[in-house]
């Protein structure tokens, strides 16, 4: 049984930083994606970044890049989402998501991933 359990979030001023982690367990996850999604109410939940894990791919939205960054630790099984300059607009609660690569159409799309975490709230003061 896939486990994902985010923590890291809280409440930061625009221009400060998070970091987000993901202790995922039940797999080994060397062939899998690792995604980070976010969503606010009211709106469909959307793609932050992507990994592939054993080759180390990344994949971002634009509006991210240059300011988060993806990483993992294969020897304990984590997923990390540094947030650095981080702006009002990225409050939401941000997720972790786990899939086999032979099972993902798109590691942008949520419907491509059955593994999902609680979820972390993020929010960004002005």
């Known amino acids: 049984q896939v486990q994902l359990v985010e923590s890291g979030g809280g409440l930061v001023q625009a221009g400060g930083s998070l970091r987000l982690s993901c202790a995922a367990s039940?797999?080994?996850?060397?062939?899998?994606?690792m995604g980070w999604f976010r969503q606010v109410p009211g709106k469909e939940r959307e793609f932050v970044t992507a990994?592939?894990?054993?080759?180390?791919?990344?994949y971002y939205t634009d509006s991210v890049k240059g300011r988060f960054t993806i990483s993992t630790d294969n020897a304990k099984n984590m997923v990390y989402l540094q947030m650095n300059s981080l702006k009002p607009e990225d409050t939401a609660v941000y997720y972790c998501?786990?899939?086999?690569?032979?099972?993902?159409?798109?590691?942008?799309?949520?419907?491509?991933?059955?593994?999902w975490g609680q979820g972390t709230q993020v929010t960004v003061s002005s």
């Open positions: 998501a786990a899939q086999s690569a032979q099972s993902v159409w798109s590691y942008r799309a949520p419907r491509s991933y059955d593994y």
């Open positions: 039940g797999r080994t996850f060397s062939r899998y994606y």
């Open positions: 990994i592939r894990w054993s080759i180390c791919d990344t």
